[in-house]
């Protein structure tokens, strides 16, 4: 009888979790580079969102522990209703904070896009001032030529 080896197991595992973080990152880094204020909303949703969950997450666990502690009887029917009323809570606040900074980003992607799109026709504006300016220097060195 044969015994398997795990450890091949576990090295492939490993390789394919590796190989799947590496793509995933890659893919959020194209994502970021491309678009600016997508990054910065994450960022910043991810940022605001931390402490809710952190509470959500403490306050579970801790109330979890308190009521397995005082009485393992009714304890599913409790903590339940802990978990429930706090997860609305907790819902509602991420409603709220998903909106003030979808609000907010709105109007900076809204900036950052005019921003681009003034500078993208000033540079328009200064290619075809060049462009005219060349012509012009061209025509008036015709007509010295003719002058001569």
């Known amino acids: 009888m044969t015994v398997p080896n795990f450890n091949q197991t576990d090295e492939s595992l490993i390789s394919k979790v590796k190989t799947s973080a590496i793509h995933v990152k890659e893919t959020m880094q194209l994502y970021v580079q491309r678009y600016p204020p997508l990054a910065a909303f994450l960022f910043v949703l991810l940022l605001i969102s931390s402490l809710p969950i952190t509470i959500y997450l403490v306050f579970s666990v801790t109330s979890a522990a308190i ?3 005082i ?3 009714g304890f599913a029917l409790v903590e339940g209703f802990l978990v429930v009323v706090s997860g609305g809570i ?3 606040i991420l409603a709220i904070i998903t909106g003030v900074t979808t609000f907010i980003f709105f109007w900076i992607t809204l900036a950052w896009a005019a921003l681009k799109g003034t500078s993208a026709t000033i540079g328009k504006i200064n290619l075809l001032l060049s462009h005219a300016s060349t012509k012009l ?3 008036n060195h015709i007509k010295l030529r003719k002058d001569e």
């Open 67 to 69: 009521v397995l502690s």
């Open 71 to 73: 009485a393992l009887i």
């Open 90 to 92: 907790l819902l509602f």
């Open 137 to 139: 220097e061209q025509v």
